[in-house]
């Protein structure tokens, strides 16, 4: 079984602004099936379309299948069944030999910058640079099925008909 060992850090925006990037892409995924135990992502990527299930995380382990598919079916599902699509910009850099995926969200989740690292075995050490902050791998809010139905920006959307006496 295809196994996704991944850990996930927040970026300090002020740092990140100083770091030099290897190449960048635009991505737009969303989700036929947004739950956190099993999803079905369609995302297109690098003038690519793609579909991904994915199970339940363990710890920074997930099974996880992804296959081609072709663009213009990806952007139909993406119109015809996803609802929240997120939108954002990836970045790749190398730090420590090993490769960083640094995702900088736009539109409802815009101020939002994430770093991803992927790694061959649980137990494979790395290096974590001075630009990532707290590991966010298990906190829920931070993943991306949850990013499509509660957004970054709605968390700090203060209720307009309190009033402070």
């Known amino acids: 079984m295809p196994t996704e060992i991944e850990h996930k850090y927040l970026v300090d925006n002020q740092k990140w602004t100083q770091v030099t990037t290897d190449k960048s892409v635009k991505i737009r995924q969303g989700y036929i099936l947004p739950d956190l135990d099993k999803s ?61 995926e640094v995702d900088v969200f736009e539109g409802l989740n815009a101020g939002l910058i994430v770093a991803e690292i992927e790694l061959k075995d649980k137990d494979e050490s790395y290096v974590i640079p001075d630009w990532a902050g707290a590991e966010v791998t298990n906190d829920e809010k931070y993943a991306n099925p949850s990013l499509s139905i509660k957004p970054y920006n709605t968390w700090f959307q203060i209720n307009k008909h309190y009033r402070r006496y």
């Open 40 to 100: 079905v992502r369609i995302r297109t990527f690098d003038h690519k379309g793609y579909i991904t299930i994915k199970g339940k995380n363990i710890g920074a382990s997930r099974p996880e299948y992804e296959y081609e598919i072709p663009l213009e079916d990806a952007n139909e599902l993406l119109e015809l069944f996803c609802s929240g699509i997120i939108e954002k910009t990836r970045h790749y850099v190398v730090f420590e030999n090993k490769t960083w």
